[in-house]
């Protein structure tokens, strides 16, 4: 292996380390061309069967704005006046909306496969992007499941289900984060025959 690559493995370790779910970000839009170069990698994930089951819908803001202001109607509902406004805020001030969904499937062993192949397309799209300075927050809020949302995305109900809606942007603050010790997750199986 040549320095080069040394050095980029290396990178590819940190980002995996350093990546952080980012909760607050500036205002600023990130470029599209980079966001599209995101979803160009995303779809190298593995994905069994090669049914490359997602589709990634890129949100203007305006959108955005109809979604804060329908998942503020579910609030209400539920949780009342006062949080409904706050999350309406907070969702009205997100710079970057994106959604993944994943295709439906009769066989259950499909389709749970090819949630984990959408995660695995979600997660090459993070690394990219917070290489580039950019961060994410995965949400699977009430909303994400509400047929009024797949009508605001041009999502066909009866055919895609949600993997996530995902905001991005670049951070204002980074969480810090901690794993259990590798002990605690990690067993060695010996065969007993050996
Ligand atoms: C399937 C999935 C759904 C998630 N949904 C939410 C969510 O609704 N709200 C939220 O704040 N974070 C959500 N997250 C992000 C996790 O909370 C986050 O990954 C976790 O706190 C660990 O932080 P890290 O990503 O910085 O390591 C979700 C993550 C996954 C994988």
Redesign the pocket.
């Known amino acids: 292996m040549s320095d080069l690559d040394a050095h980029g493995f290396e990178g590819v370790a940190r980002a995996l380390r350093e990546r ?2 980012v909760h607050d970000f500036g205002q600023a839009l990130p470029p599209s061309d980079i966001i599209s170069r995101a979803v160009e990698l995303a779809r190298w994930a593995p994905n069994h069967h090669r049914t490359e089951p997602w589709h990634f819908y890129l949100l203007d803001h305006a959108t955005g704005l109809q979604i804060a202001a329908l998942n503020a109607d579910i609030v209400r509902e539920n949780k009342g006046d006062k949080v409904a406004a706050i999350k309406l805020k907070r969702w009205t001030q997100m710079p970057g909306w994106m959604v993944v969904s994943c295709n439906t499937d009769d066989d259950e062993i499909r389709c749970r496969e090819d949630y984990a192949a959408c995660c695995c397309a979600v997660h090459n799209m993070a690394l990219y992007l917070w290489e580039q300075g950019i961060g994410m ?5 009430k909303v994400t499941r509400d047929r009024r949302f797949f009508d605001l995305v041009g999502m066909d109900y009866d055919k895609v289900y949600v993997v ?1 809606l995902f905001w991005y942007g670049y951070p204002a603050s980074i ?1 810090t ?1 901690h794993r259990k010790p590798v002990a605690e997750i990690l067993t060695h199986v010996v065969s007993a025959t050996t």
């Open positions: 952080r779910t927050k995965w949400t699977t809020g996530g969480p984060q």
